[in-house]
């Protein structure tokens, strides 16, 4: 797939250097310059070919088994694109073996279960990922602006790319987008975060010194610390399964 790449933008730049070499030679450099007025159009689209060279090479219609669907991948179905957020194999009897899977509306973000035989063919879409700088969520419409961190443009996003994850943004965290011709399918951030202990629970009595108890963080969610954790104390978490890692 590379060379080919290779090859298509040798030829389209040949292209376009060859006709403009044609307008030199017979008409001069005046015309040549009056030529390079007559070309943004057939540049333009080069230049963004090149300026974005994996959207030359994505795949859409790519057809895989049911068997090979993982969380995070995006499959299309009937005209529609989805997130695979969970897969788990199971048998069903006489019936063969088949994978339940949760799926969630790139458009909507609204969920689903659908199960697929494990030989079923299923249309995967093969994305781009590109990491940006998290700025702030728009409080109007509820969007997550980001930032790309070489050209500074900005980007809002729906807030249900990232899914129960989207308590962990944080000013200037790095975060992953994951693209099909420029339109974001799915987001993720990192696997830890450091955040800050606003309330601490007492551990409950009993006949056994209690070794974790419950605290409360700024953002909202409620984790398992040890019980030397304090009201104010800076933790890492892993926001795959919101479980305490260490101190900060």
């Known amino acids: 797939m590379l060379v080919l790449t290779n090859r298509l933008s040798r030829a389209l730049w040949s292209v376009a250097?060859?006709?403009?070499?044609?307008?030199i030679s017979s008409r001069g450099v005046?015309?040549?310059?009056?030529?390079?007025?007559?070309?943004p159009n057939s540049e333009s689209r080069y230049s963004s070919l090149f300026a974005s060279p994996w959207s030359a090479t994505q795949l859409r219609g790519a057809k895989f088994r049911g068997d090979d669907l993982k969380p995070g991948n995006v499959i299309e179905k009937k005209g529609r694109m989805y997130q695979v957020v969970k897969a788990q194999h199971s048998t069903q009897?006489?019936?063969?073996?088949?994978?339940?899977?949760?799926?969630r509306d790139v458009d909507s973000g609204s969920k689903s279960n659908e199960r697929?035989?494990?030989?079923?063919p299923v249309e995967r879409v093969f994305v781009a990922e590109k990491s940006f700088t998290y700025l702030y969520t728009d409080d109007e419409t509820g969007n997550i602006v980001l930032m790309e961190p070489e050209t500074y443009e900005q980007l809002d996003v729906p807030k249900?790319?990232?899914?129960?994850?989207?308590?962990?943004?944080?000013?200037?965290?790095?975060?992953?987008?994951?693209?099909?011709?420029?339109?974001?399918?799915?987001?993720?951030?990192?696997?830890?975060?450091?955040?800050?202990?606003?309330e601490s629970e007492m551990p409950m009595r009993a006949?056994?010194?209690?070794?974790?108890?419950?605290?409360?963080?700024?953002?909202?969610?409620?984790?398992?610390?040890?019980?030397?954790?304090?009201?104010?104390?800076?933790?890492?978490?892993?926001?795959?399964?919101?479980?305490?890692?260490?101190?900060?």
Do not use: W
């Open 160 to 198: 249900h790319l990232f899914g129960e994850s989207y308590v962990y943004l944080q000013d200037d965290m790095n975060v992953n987008l994951q693209l099909y011709d420029g339109r974001a399918m799915s987001a993720s951030i990192p696997t830890r975060a450091t955040c800050t202990v606003a």
């Open 116 to 120: 697929f035989r494990t030989d079923e």
């Open 17 to 23: 250097f060859s006709s403009s070499s044609t307008k």
């Open 207 to 248: 006949s056994a010194t209690p070794q974790y108890k419950k605290v409360f963080l700024d953002n909202g969610l409620t984790v398992q610390v040890p019980k030397h954790i304090v009201e104010g104390d800076k933790i890492i978490v892993n926001t795959a399964d919101h479980s305490y890692m260490s101190r900060a």
């Open 30 to 39: 005046s015309t040549f310059i009056q030529s390079k007025h007559c070309l």
């Open 93 to 103: 009897g006489r019936g063969g073996a088949i994978i339940q899977v949760e799926l």
